[in-house]
T-cell receptor, first 113, second 113 residues
């Protein structure tokens, strides 16, 4: 079965640096992969989606890459700010028409001022 | 007003009690989901519904049941609550036109004593 691995250890970085979070999956390549942000006690919020045939996607200070050979997605936050501190989840979204979202456990990011 | 609302936000109950968690959405989405989140285990799918007449089990449906009363409403019931159902529960909605980007509610924190 498909599994997602995210670094469970918290990532601490200094303000202004680039944060890089990793999402590895073990089985089939998903049609697309999503990244969410979750603040403590709140529901996840969608950030970015990248399709299987895309190498890279950007949105403001966020960048996602997708390497189907390595079965890995990287999530980058450039010029990080303390407000970026949160848990970031990746999710494998099934092909259109099916249902089973598989979420990673998330990586907690703390940006130090 | 929030697009996806959940009631109650917090609930403490005793073993053996029947509990209903409610979810309402104003996004007009056909697809709705119930997840639970536990520390270290991530988000796990309990049930999902693609329309009012379509209900499907997720990966951890035992001990739970659902009702889709209308396009906008999806309820989760614990018929006889047990302590290991203590968790954070999220409702979510999605639409095929946006590649199933999911919109989550604020969550219900349930404690079963």
């Amino acid at each position: 079965s498909q599994k997602i691995e995210q670094n469970s250890e918290a990532l601490n970085i200094q303000e202004g640096k680039t944060a890089t979070l990793t999402c590895n999956y073990t089985n089939y390549s998903p049609a697309y992969l999503q990244w969410y942000r979750q603040d403590p006690g709140r529901g996840p919020v969608f950030l970015l989606l990248i399709r299987e045939n895309e190498k890279e996607k950007r949105k403001e200070r966020l960048k996602v890459t997708f390497d189907t050979t390595l079965k890995q997605s990287l999530f980058h936050i450039t010029a990080s700010q303390p407000a970026d501190s949160a848990t970031y989840l990746c999710a494998l979204a099934p092909p259109s028409g099916t249902y089973k979202y598989i979420f990673g456990t998330g990586t907690r990011l703390k940006v130090l001022a | 007003d929030a697009d996806v609302t959940q009631t109650p936000r917090n609930r403490i109950t005793k073993t053996g009690k029947r509990i209903m968690l409610e979810c309402s959405q104003t996004k007009g989405h056909d697809r709705m989901y119930w997840y639970r989140q536990d520390p270290g285990l991530g988000l796990r799918l309990i049930y999902y519904s693609f329309d009012v007449k379509d209900i499907n089990k997720g990966e951890i449906s035992d001990g739970y049941s659902v009702s889709r009363q209308a396009q906008a409403k999806f309820s989760l019931s614990l018929e006889s609550a047990i302590p290991n159902q203590t968790a954070l529960y999220f409702c979510a909605t999605s639409d095929l036109s946006t590649y199933n980007e999911q919109f989550f509610g604020p969550g219900t924190r349930l404690t079963v004593l």
